[in-house]
């Protein structure tokens, strides 16, 4: 028996009050999960090959767990609530629900009632290529509305670079904790998590399914907390952004769950009084621009470094220009012409739209109003800067797109970018004009080397840059202006690849399609002009500096303080090794401020490395889920071995560690042992690539050698 959590009532007992209203966001809502089995043992663990074993529900209406076997339609229950919580429900619960129960799901609705699927919430959308590349394996692509980036501002314990590891409920039970701690509700369960312990397997079993009931709904409660827990999580975090919604969509928790762009429109449409119209077509901007190094390092010789960035650049140049009003818009035309319609001054700014100058437009007024807000809350240390934030950025994000019919203009989003693009431009130009040593460019941003060693000599030059570029926008304020954004000693690059001094050997071989037709006298004409522009891409590369990809170490605080700031580099990804990361954090950015030097001797880093692993081998431990052996394509996939040789053919949760000692666990061009067969391998029979790879921008490099 499942053990129902301690009185409280009522169980949706959270409000808010908004529009003069008192709204229950948790009344009426129900999480849902499933437990599944495979329909074809041979197959993939996916929706098209499951079938329902078992469903839970926990409801808010009732504070209970509801339960139902196979054959028992969780339908009732559904239609007695008005919004739906599940994790992945989207991809996989609803789909085999579908099939099992014929439970219609459609355009974010089940049986009519809202669906919010918390792994989509959180989920970034696919980039093109992304999407490109699912298309090609016959796949739909997965949709996301990228909450989880905003979460990022919360800066929570269990997240890495401002995100989870990944959007598994065990990840985020696991890493998460600090979302949920102070959650009563199967507090005991949600302790005890632990995904890996589950057999799957056994779920196709139907004597094992009947004799271990009580366990597999133990087990699903658990996944029901967690999922609740998120959701109760988001909830509250996003409530900040309910107000600026009509009560219809605070209604349906939009709030929470709407992707940022369509929030953003939701509330321009309120706002304003405009018809909430969506059409089709997705836009696009222009790119931003982008001045690299021309060296790869600046230090106190060149003076003191400064990184000047535009506040708000793209939200005050669309109120400052007027770039939501073309000039149809004009309301004060003259025989039919707008008498103030600009393009841009012509000489900072060349636009491709023509808007009009007359009178700001209701939605630059709106942003202008935003702008505002932000400061004002930013000031006070009102946390309501974030919800203000997410509806500036959101409101540029879709100023391209036609879907958002309402507010679109075929240049707007386009021309919003380029007033970016050609005024850092400009800006750069005129420091550089001043005698400032100008290193890198990016976007809004601008990093140099004051020579002068004088912030109020440097103020002042741009001041009056800004000043000139106020002049050129019709309705620009005090607040358009590029402040410091950080004050450095030193700042260091990376090229694209290794500088070199010789002339590189380089191997041709025909690849492709043209290339093979070739008759063997064409392919001899043409090998030496392939090896010549082979040699130039390479030394081209090796001098070619690196976008996005810099260090720069901050100034000393008035207390002796020093950091380092990192931008870029591989060592900050989400995936990037744990020994990686301790090295620098423990090392390297100790030795970094003290050397005020990036670059280290590959044999220091070696000792750093074989120090940290004599200390805790399992710091180099990795975890791989495998399906169970027979569903995948190849025999020789290295999760199949894994499957097969640690799972008895079934699916699990690996961790073991890379090696290169042949024989030993699994793997040919990788090997994977277990952390128990570890032990007997000695410190350089481990695998350390992905270690290396991750520290390269940290190794001293002799230029006159080369790879070749």
């Known amino acids: 028996?499942?053990?129902?959590?301690?009185?409280?009532?009522?169980?949706?007992?959270?409000?808010?009050?908004?529009?003069?209203?008192?709204?229950?966001?948790?009344?009426?809502?129900?999480?849902?999960?499933?437990?599944?089995?495979?329909?074809?043992?041979n197959g993939k663990i996916e929706a098209e090959n499951s079938e329902t074993v078992i469903w839970g529900a926990y409801s808010y209406n009732t504070g209970k767990v509801y339960f139902g076997k196979r054959g028992q339609s969780p339908n009732k229950l559904i239609q007695q609530h008005k919004t739906i919580i599940t994790h992945n429900g989207k991809g996989f619960d609803i789909p085999i629900l579908e099939a099992d129960y014929g439970i219609n799901s459609k355009n974010g609705y089940i049986n009519g009632i809202t669906h919010i699927d918390l792994l989509e919430t959180l989920r970034k959308s696919p980039s093109r290529s992304e999407k490109e590349s699912y298309k090609k394996k016959g796949k739909r692509p997965p949709t996301g509305k990228g909450r989880e980036a905003i979460i990022g501002e919360a800066r929570i314990i269990g997240m890495q670079d401002n995100r989870f590891k990944d959007l598994k409920l065990g990840t985020i039970a696991s890493?998460?904790?600090?979302?949920?701690?102070?959650?009563?509700?199967?507090?005991?369960?949600?302790?005890?998590?632990?995904?890996?312990?589950?057999?799957?397997?056994?779920?196709?079993?139907?004597?094992?399914?009947?004799?271990?009931?009580?366990?597999?709904?133990?087990?699903?409660?658990?996944?029901?907390?967690?999922?609740?827990?998120?959701?109760?999580?988001?909830?509250?975090?996003?409530?900040?952004?309910?107000?600026?919604?009509?009560?219809?969509?605070?209604?349906?928790?939009?709030?929470?769950?709407?992707?940022?762009?369509?929030?953003?429109?939701?509330?321009?449409?309120?706002?304003?009084?405009?018809?909430?119209?969506?059409?089709?077509?997705?836009?696009?901007?222009?790119?931003?621009?982008?001045?690299l190094p021309t060296r790869e390092s600046y230090g106190p010789k060149d003076g003191a470094g400064r990184c000047k960035d535009f506040r708000s650049q793209h939200p005050s140049h669309q109120h400052g220009m007027n770039l939501y009003t073309p000039i149809e818009k004009c309301k004060h035309k003259v025989k039919g012409v707008c008498p103030t319609a600009h393009s841009g001054d012509g000489e900072i700014f060349k636009l491709n739209g023509t808007y009009c100058g007359c009178e700001q437009g209701p939605i630059e007024q709106l942003i202008s109003k935003w702008l505002q807000l932000k400061m004002d809350y930013k000031s006070s240390g009102d946390p309501r800067e974030y919800t203000i934030k997410i509806l500036i950025n959101a409101t540029y994000g879709i100023s391209s797109s036609a879907i958002f019919k309402s507010i679109y203009y075929e240049h707007t989003g386009p021309d919003t970018?380029?007033?970016?693009?050609?005024?850092?431009?400009?800006?750069?130009?005129?420091?550089?004009?001043a005698g400032y040593i100008m290193t890198y460019g990016d976007t809004d941003s601008v990093y140099l080397m004051d020579p002068h060693n004088d912030d109020d000599k440097l103020n002042k030059v741009i001041a009056g840059i800004v000043?000139?570029?106020?002049?050129?926008?019709?309705?620009?304020?005090?607040?358009?202006?590029?402040?410091?954004?950080?004050?450095?000693?030193?700042?260091?690059?990376?090229?694209?690849?290794?500088?070199?001094?010789?002339?590189?050997?380089?191997?041709?071989?025909?690849?492709?399609?043209?290339?093979?037709?070739?008759?063997?006298?064409?392919?001899?004409?043409?090998?030496?002009?392939?090896?010549?522009?082979?040699?130039?891409?390479?030394?081209?590369?090796?001098?070619?500096?690196?976008?996005?990809?810099?260090?720069?170490?901050?100034?000393p605080t008035k207390d002796g303080k020093t950091k380092v700031k990192l931008n870029g580099l591989p060592i900050l990804k989400r995936n990037a090794p744990k020994?990686?990361?301790?090295?620098?954090?423990?090392?390297?950015?100790?030795d970094i401020i003290r050397t005020q030097n990036i670059k280290f001797d590959k044999p220091y880093l070696g000792q750093l490395i074989n120090h940290e692993v004599l200390k805790n081998k399992e710091i180099l431990v990795s975890t791989i889920k495998v399906n169970p052996a027979d569903s995948y394509a190849s025999e020789s996939q290295l999760q199949a071995q894994i499957s097969r040789e640690y799972f008895d053919g079934k699916g699990g949760l690996f961790k073991g560690i890379k090696h290169t000692k042949e024989g030993l666990g699994v793997g040919k061009g990788k090997h994977y042992c277990s952390i128990n067969e570890a032990k007997d391998l000695t410190i350089d029979q481990y695998d350390y690539e992905t270690v290396w790879k991750t520290l390269n921008p940290f190794i001293k490099k002799d230029i006159q050698k080369t790879l070749f």
């Open 467 to 555: 000043d000139k570029i106020k002049k050129t926008m019709p309705f620009t304020d005090d607040r358009y202006d590029l402040t410091t954004d950080a004050k450095f000693t030193h700042i260091y690059f990376f090229r694209e690849g290794e500088q070199i001094t010789k002339v590189p050997k380089v191997s041709i071989r025909r690849t492709t399609q043209e290339e093979k037709d070739m008759t063997d006298e064409q392919w001899e004409i043409e090998k030496p002009k392939k090896k010549k522009r082979r040699i130039q891409e390479i030394k081209d590369k090796g001098n070619k500096f690196k976008k996005k990809n810099y260090i720069y170490i901050l100034e």
């Open 1 to 41: 028996m499942i053990n129902q959590p301690k009185e409280r009532k009522p169980y949706h007992d959270r409000k808010i009050s908004v529009h003069g209203k008192t709204f229950y966001p948790l009344k009426d809502v129900l999480v849902l999960d499933i437990e599944t089995k495979k329909k074809d043992i």
């Open 175 to 291: 890493h998460g904790y600090e979302l949920f701690k102070d959650h009563e509700v199967y507090s005991k369960y949600f302790n005890e998590y632990k995904e890996e312990d589950f057999p799957y397997e056994k779920l196709s079993d139907a004597k094992w399914v009947e004799d271990n009931m009580d366990y597999i709904k133990r087990y699903l409660v658990q996944d029901l907390v967690v999922t609740k827990n998120i959701f109760e999580f988001l909830e509250k975090y996003f409530e900040p952004l309910a107000p600026f919604l009509p009560m219809k969509d605070i209604e349906t928790l939009q709030y929470v769950h709407a992707p940022t762009g369509s929030y953003a429109y939701k509330v321009i449409c309120h706002e304003l009084g405009l018809e909430e119209e969506y059409g089709e077509s997705q836009g696009t901007f222009p790119g931003a621009w982008v001045f």
């Open 417 to 433: 970018t380029l007033m970016s693009k050609q005024s850092i431009q400009y800006v750069y130009k005129e420091l550089d004009k």
């Open 579 to 590: 020994l990686a990361k301790k090295i620098y954090s423990e090392y390297l950015e100790k």
